[in-house]
């Protein structure tokens, strides 16, 4: 059974680029949950899909946006990147979307925004 | 708006000893209540969780204790070993929603 992973690890961008981080769901979940976990701070939520629908958002604006696959497998797009969005990047799998269904990180992807 | 605080962001203990992190929450909607573990350049572990309707969790060297009327949580390592040392992340949830709203973290260095 593989874990969570995530590609790519490390990526460098400029200001008003777009970017694409991808995520693997561990084998069996049917979640995935986004983090963004800036330097010195904990994760925060960004958005969860379930079953290819987004089941909930935290408090970011629209141009986080995400898709999920029928494998499960997860997208997350950032689109005119801010200096601010430098961060590390964490999805997390799980095999329902409650609070009782523990949820499995990925290593992250560090973002730099130049 | 942090709703779940660690007031300290380092915790140095001598091997074998206990160690306490502590965590605080604001929101008393939270129920559920984890702890999760994390080593550089990987992604949090999963360590302990504790719903609302228990006070006292165990699983091996780590025991967790929740105090709702304190809104406030504990995590004990008894003994500590240097495996421990690592980024230990207090988070809170709500029942049947999805998000886990985590605090800044603890540093523990378990020194030899």
């Known amino acids: 059974e593989t874990g969570v992973t995530q590609s790519p690890t490390h990526l460098i961008k400029t200001r008003g680029q777009q970017v694409t981080l991808r995520c693997s769901s561990q084998?069996?979940?049917?979640?995935v949950s986004w983090y963004q976990q800036a330097l010195g701070q904990g994760p925060q939520f960004i958005f969860q899909?379930?079953?290819?629908?987004?089941?909930g958002r935290g408090n970011f604006p629209p141009r986080f946006s995400g898709l999920q696959f029928p494998n499960y497998s997860s997208e997350l797009n950032v689109n005119a990147l801010e200096l601010d969005d430098s961060a590390l990047y964490l999805c997390?799998?799980?095999?329902?979307?409650?609070?009782?269904?523990?949820?499995?990180f990925g290593p992250g992807t560090r973002l730099t925004v130049l | 708006d942090q709703q779940v605080k660690q007031n300290s962001p380092s915790l140095s203990v001598q091997e074998g000893r206990i160690s306490i992190l502590n965590c605080d929450y604001t929101?008393?909607?939270?129920?559920?209540f984890l702890w999760y573990k994390k080593y550089p350049a990987e992604g949090p572990t999963f360590l302990i969780s504790?719903?609302?309707?228990?006070d006292k969790n165990e699983d091996g060297r780590f025991t967790v204790f929740l105090n709702k009327s304190a809104k406030h949580l504990s995590l004990h390592i008894v003994p500590s070993q240097p495996g421990d040392s690592a980024v230990y992340f207090c988070?809170?949830?709500?029942?049947?929603?999805?998000?886990?709203?985590f605090g800044a973290g603890t540093t523990v260095t378990v020194r030899a």
């Open positions: 997390a799998s799980s095999r329902g979307g409650l609070a009782g269904d523990t949820q499995y």
């Open positions: 084998s069996g979940h049917n979640t």
């Open positions: 899909y379930y079953r290819e629908e987004e089941n």
């Open positions: 929101n008393s909607m939270f129920d559920y």
């Open positions: 504790i719903s609302s309707i228990k």
């Open positions: 988070a809170a949830s709500v029942a049947n929603d999805y998000k886990l709203s």
